[in-house]
């Protein structure tokens, strides 16, 4: 079997195609990968470390700026689509698939319309709840599409067959209860936040960070690990110290540009409060985690916006956009998290009520039965 994946540019898209590749192996040890790549993307480095070859296609997506830099970017961009059909037919015609499988991402569409075009099995993943432009071109021709909300299918309306299957979440993130976790990090009983705002950092999240550090530090009564990221390193430290916050004072507080094993702390809090990537979203409900959730306003479609209200309306988090943002609000909902158990049960228990702990799986045993109804209808 020859296994064909696209999917890249972000971690979001590229680990649920690295997911799904690992399940085919399990049960076709033999079964041949091939990944699409662009030439310094994220999944240059990752599909090959992971041990898949991958076969380039030059692709960027466009600039809305119209500054001078973005103007160049764009022609570079529009020339490099204008090939991009070709290369994607010559890797088709020259791996030739059994099926191929798209996972989101601009490199997913010359990949998945040329395999779609010649006749091959195609199947793709949306990972938000608002789907993708690319999604929308391809899923009137793909076998299946794969959807980790349900609230896609709306969005979705001329799509073959529509399953929603979740998203793949590392097996790190499966099966870890909050007692473990605290103790694999040395924290007790008392009340726990974990903010995070990516490896970059999010200056909004940071600022909420620090306000609730602000409120909650001279208490003593919670803890809060809080991660700011590359862009926080000098801009944190400063939005503390305007405060009058000193970490060094607080023994319940501790900050760090990255956090390791995010999975415990994900586990181990009683409250998370983060951006709202599809990822991001799905290990929150494994891990049964309440939130406060800040989508990302510049994600594309507002996706982040959408996958947010998913948890808000199941009653599993609370949204609130950057612009709406008010320290007041952040503390009161906050202490109501604090002296209430039983909120935080609630929430915790929505989370859990959503979370799908066999994406992978699900998509490979679908993706076989399809492929066994063709080759019967041949």
């Known amino acids: 079997m020859r296994v064909l994946l696209a999917g890249g540019g972000t971690g979001g898209h590229i680990n649920p195609?690295?997911?799904?590749?690992?399940?085919?192996k399990k049960h076709d040890p033999k079964a041949e990968f091939l990944f699409a790549a662009v030439p310094g993307n994220m999944e240059d480095t990752l599909v090959p470390k992971a041990g898949y070859p991958v076969a380039y296609i030059k692709l960027a997506g466009f600039h809305r700026s119209l500054l001078p830099?973005?103007?160049?970017?764009?022609?570079?961009?529009?020339?490099?689509?204008s090939v991009a059909d070709l290369r994607a037919a010559k890797i088709v015609r020259e791996f030739k698939p059994d099926f191929a499988v798209g996972t989101g991402g601009y490199l997913s569409g010359p990949i998945i319309r040329k395999a779609e075009q010649q006749g091959i099995p195609a199947f793709i993943h949306e990972q938000n709840?608002?789907?993708?432009?690319?999604?929308?071109?391809?899923?009137?021709?793909?076998d299946i599409v794969f959807a980790a909300?349900?609230?896609?299918?709306?969005?979705?309306?001329?799509?073959r067959r529509f399953e929603v299957v979740g998203n793949p979440v590392r097996q790190?993130?499966?099966g870890v209860g909050k007692k473990e976790?605290?103790?694999?990090l040395g924290l007790d009983d008392r009340f726990t936040i974990f903010?995070?705002?990516?490896?970059?950092?999010?200056?909004?999240?940071?600022?909420?960070?620090?306000?609730?550090?602000a409120w909650h530090g001279p208490l003593g009564e919670i803890n809060h690990i809080h991660g700011y990221g590359k862009n926080g390193r000098e801009l944190f430290p400063k939005m503390l110290a305007e405060r009058g916050i000193d970490l060094g004072k607080f023994p319940r507080i501790s900050a760090e540009e990255y956090i390791d094993n995010i999975h415990l702390y994900m586990a181990a809090a009683d409250l998370v409060i983060s951006r709202a990537g599809a990822l991001t979203v799905s290990e929150l409900e494994v891990t049964g985690s309440p939130s406060i959730l800040v989508p990302y306003p510049y994600a594309a479609e507002n996706h982040q916006y959408h996958n947010a209200m998913v948890l808000q309306n199941a009653g599993a988090a609370l949204v609130v956009q950057e612009k709406d943002y008010r320290r007041e609000w952040l503390i009161s909902e906050v202490e109501r998290f604090a002296e209430s158990p039983d909120r935080v049960a609630s929430f915790s228990a929505a989370a859990s009520h959503l979370a799908v702990l066999d994406t992978a799986s699900r998509?490979?045993?679908m993706i076989e039965e399809t492929l066994k109804v063709r080759a019967m209808k041949r």
Not at 17 to 24: H, K, S, V, Y
Not at 135 to 142: V, Y
Not at 149 to 159: K, M, T
Not at 200 to 211: F, H, P, Q, S, V
């Open 17 to 24: 195609a690295l997911a799904i590749a690992n399940e085919w």
């Open 69 to 81: 830099q973005d103007v160049l970017h764009n022609i570079k961009a529009a020339a490099w689509l």
């Open 129 to 142: 709840a608002y789907p993708g432009v690319t999604s929308k071109l391809l899923a009137p021709k793909a």
């Open 149 to 159: 909300f349900p609230e896609a299918e709306e969005r979705l309306p001329e799509c």
């Open 172 to 174: 790190a993130f499966i």
């Open 181 to 184: 976790a605290r103790k694999k």
């Open 195 to 213: 903010s995070v705002g990516g490896s970059l950092g999010a200056t909004k999240i940071n600022e909420m960070a620090a306000d609730l550090m």
């Open 363 to 365: 998509i490979c045993a």
